[in-house]
């Protein structure tokens, strides 16, 4: 799988983290605004066509655990 193709997965499962992290109420509330956050730099990135910053976003999504 390539980046252009690994990106979109990693984003997606990080938009279901949220809503996990949106079940447990107010104290997921500060993962919740750095997964939206990482997740628009993403957008931003796939959408530039910045192989760079689509790598970095790529290992920053990754970075978020259940």
């Known amino acids: 799988m390539n980046?252009?193709?690994a990106l979109?997965?990693?984003q997606k499962r990080v938009r279901e983290l949220i809503e996990i992290?949106?079940?447990i109420g107010p104290v997921g509330g500060?993962?919740?605004a750095m997964m939206k956050r990482s997740l628009s730099?993403?957008?931003s990135?796939?959408?530039s066509g910045d192989v760079v910053a689509m790598l970095?976003?790529?290992q920053d999504l990754?970075?978020?655990k259940e």
């Open 3 to 5: 980046l252009a193709e």
């Open 8 to 10: 979109p997965v990693q």
């Open 21 to 23: 992290y949106q079940e």
């Open 30 to 32: 500060f993962a919740i």
């Open 41 to 43: 730099n993403a957008e």
């Open 45 to 47: 990135a796939a959408a």
């Open 56 to 58: 970095r976003a790529f």
């Open 62 to 64: 990754q970075g978020f």
